[in-house]
């Protein structure tokens, strides 16, 4: 059976990502409607995921560190391990919001011993990353190096959530101090609160592609876009565009509100980009806050590029 795409493949999972693996599984996580744990789930296609056997290989503290708010997992496999990088908070500071890592101390992330090693590092003598409400982090490399790259508030909960970027020293320390990527310019970045987050890459044609969400987490969330050549140095402003429009948003004929935070993988047939976001499929939020309105299901869209090599997202 073929994908559907631009319809509910995962249903009420956020923040979704997927990683397709050496072993030809597609590998799964997202933020579950608790915020309480982190699972995983895998299947030989993408399809087979929505039915497939969930793992919860990781439980929220009950106090401290960790205890609140577990968010946007990611799961990646570094130097011959795998890790998953999360955002949590503590209950009883619901918004102190930090990157954390979990290391598999073996080669079966369903089914072996998931370790915390803590809070992620910045660099030596960087006193300024991880300091404040920071979450949504992803790792990617290019031109040799390995990079991370996270939202970040500075200033409280009500400030702005920009992006940042950082070379990596180890898959549990940055190596560079942050680099702030790009800050909420435009009126569509600005819908309910000042918002960019959850970013993803994207490589073409020796191009990076870097999406991003920008506003509240309503119908007015939306993708924002930006691109580097991929030999460029990546921590230079200069470096970089930024796309001055959403690249994708909310499509009522299509029952796709507030579309965002998503991941990047392939089709089956090992080519075929594909883009792995969440929307809701109405517009009006059933809950006071949209945090705790579940239904954001994740979806899957086929990506094509224009004749630039520019990426198109088209439900």
Known sequence: MNTEYNKPLVLQRADPYVYRHTDGYYYFTGSIPEYDCIELRRAKTLNELADAETFVVWRKHET????????????????????????????????????YVLKCTGQDPLHDVWEECGMMQPA???????????????????????????????????????????????PTKLKTPQFMLTTPDYDWERIGFWVNEGPAVIKNNGKIFLTFSASATGACYCMGMMEADENADLLDRNSWTKSRYPVFGTQPEKEIYGPGHNSFTVAEDGVTPLCIYHARPYEKILTEDPLYDPNRHAMVMKVEFDENGRPVFKA
């Open 124 to 170: 030596d003598d960087d006193p300024k990353t991880f300091i404040d409400f920071s979450l949504d982090a992803t790792v990617f490399e290019a031109n040799g190096k390995r990079y991370m790259c996270w939202a970040e508030k500075t200033g409280g909960q009500f400030a702005a959530s920009n992006l940042y970027l950082a070379e990596m020293e180890s």
């Open 64 to 99: 401290g560190e960790m205890s609140q708010h577990i968010w946007a997992p990611e799961l990646h496999y570094l130097d011959g391990c795998w890790y998953i990088y999360f955002a949590g908070s503590m209950v009883d500071d619901i918004w102190r919001l930090r990157p």
